[in-house]
């Protein structure tokens, strides 16, 4: 692979700030790139970077990079990285933080296309019917017709009722669902207001990159 | 004892063994479960806003009106436990709040069904409910959500409370290195051939080890080592055939409950040799 040379104009602090601020970025710019996420990762093999250098990317505010990277679709959520972190970061919260905002940039792929369905079948029956997501997923996944004979397998021992599974009063939903929306804005308008101030404990790491 | 109940989708869909040895059995030891009524689903991994997937989490806590919730699925207990430490934050505890009908006052405690059997409910007490000690071997595979990223009864990197599980009902828990590492469930779907090859590393390992099944806590485990493993033998070309069994149901079959109460018909990998071996 080709290196290029970081300019300053690629770099996008605010994009860099709004992942410190978020769970489990806190102690984000601390990260000694000692890799023990990439070598406890079961799937880094898998992805364009490693969560290790996801890590640096993102203190570095590579925008772009980061969000069109598949490291953050790969993740399997299993939080070996963010156990043995020795720094306090959490590399699967920070793959569920950009996942949001993958999407909202218009990222497109398999994983965001399921995750809009879990979550839309989720707003609207307050349960995760398993045959209802597998099917709206299978309708826009062509290929998924190759598990018809595992779905039948499935129905025959009575694991996949074809009834929806849904909650006797789903009002609440709405207002839980809309708190998305006051979130974002919310986070938008933090960062305008104040630049985020830097961490004692960064210093040291500033000096140590020097 | 008495616990507010969280049964989790898969308990109404593909874990419906699962759903099946968990009554036959809390009944029996007379652990009292009372279903949230009009319970909704955790957002799994699935539902990319936190906030609103704290929020899913917030509602079900404060559905618990004050007694231990528990739940038999290592998905929504993560979900459960990190709800619950975020909420500790108290302007995002109002805000969503706000969006309850309950508001969550922070006072539930979530509990994996392994940790009601083994912490509350006592392996020594269990151990007078034997009728039939397992001459088995199992292997304990705990997967990711139950220990990570935070749980308040066993240890994220040797995890040993279904190892204590095992031995206390009979059965020799056999050692396997894998007990933690993912099985990819959460990417069946979108990535089936890393999902393949991840559930491949652990059946290939558990194969090894000579036992004669092997035991989750989970049903995204359970759907991915079981359901899957025909797909997987294909795939890679290998015979494998290990039986994955619930711990209920293995607790159930120590206490002498027929097989077929337990949902051990329903699996997809035959657990009939397993049966004969159990010996009922």
């Known amino acids: ?210 | 004892m008495k616990y507010s109940y969280y049964p989790g989708c898969a308990q109404h869909g593909t874990a419906i063994d699962q759903r099946i040895s968990v009554e036959a059995v809390f009944k029996r030891l007379g652990i009292e479960l009372e279903e949230i009524k009009n319970w909704n689903c955790c957002g799994a991994l699935h539902v990319d806003d936190r906030t609103t997937r704290i929020a899913l989490s917030a509602r079900t806590l404060a559905g618990a009106k004050g007694l231990d919730i528990a739940t038999p699925c290592n998905l929504c207990y993560s979900n459960l436990m990190r709800a619950n430490t975020a909420l500790e934050e108290s302007a995002l505890k109002t805000m969503i709040n706000g969006a309850l009908t309950n508001k969550y006052e922070g006072n539930t405690k979530p509990k994996h069904l392994l940790e009601v059997v083994v912490n509350d409910f006592g392996l020594g007490k269990l151990a007078e409910q034997i009728k039939k000690p397992l001459k088995i071997k199992a292997v304990p595979y705990y997967g990711c959500l139950l220990t990570r990223p935070e749980n308040k009864f066993d240890s994220p990197e040797n995890p040993k409370s279904l190892d204590n599980l095992i031995a206390a009902l009979g059965a020799d828990p056999v050692k396997y290195y894998y007990k933690t590492k993912c099985c990819g469930g959460p990417i069946l779907l979108t990535n089936e051939d890393l999902a393949l090859q991840l559930a491949k590393d652990l059946l290939v390992m558990a194969k090894e080890t000579g036992a004669d099944c092997m035991v989750v806590t989970c049903p995204m485990c359970h759907l991915q080592l079981d359901a899957k493993q025909k797909a997987v033998e294909a795939k890679f070309n290998m015979k494998i055939e290990m039986p994955i069994i619930y711990f209920t149901q293995l607790i159930g079959l120590s206490m002498g409950i027929p097989p077929k109460e337990l949902g051990l018909d329903k699996h997809l990998v035959s657990t009939d040799k397993f049966i004969a071996k159990v010996g009922r």
Request: aromatic share 4%; charged share 30%; net charge neutral.
């Open chain 1, 1 to 210: 692979m080709q290196k290029e040379t970081i300019i300053p104009e690629s770099r996008d602090n605010a994009f860099r700030d709004l992942i410190i601020k978020s769970p489990g970025g806190e102690n984000l710019l601390t990260c000694m790139q000692c890799g023990i996420c990439a070598g406890s990762c079961p799937v880094s093999h898998e992805m364009d970077h490693t969560p290790r250098q996801m890590v640096r990317m993102i203190q570095l505010g590579l925008k772009k990079e980061v969000l069109n990277s598949n490291t953050i679709w790969i993740c399997t959520t299993c939080f070996s990285c963010s156990v043995r972190c020795p720094r306090g970061i959490y590399p699967t919260e920070l793959m569920e933080t950009l996942k949001p905002i993958a999407i909202k940039e218009g990222i497109k792929n398999r994983n965001a296309k399921f995750d809009n369905i879990f979550a839309d079948v989720v707003k609207k029956n307050g349960r995760a019917s398993e045959f209802l997501l597998i099917s709206k997923y299978s309708i826009s996944e062509p290929g998924m017709i190759a598990q018809a004979p595992f779905g039948l397998e499935l129905i025959s021992k009575g694991k996949l009722p074809l009834s929806i599974d849904k909650m006797d009063d789903t009002r609440e939903l709405d207002s839980i669902f809309s708190l998305s929306e006051k979130t974002g804005s919310e986070e938008k308008t933090k960062i305008k207001e104040k630049p985020p101030e830097i961490k004692e404990n960064n210093s040291d790491s500033q000096e140590a990159e020097k």
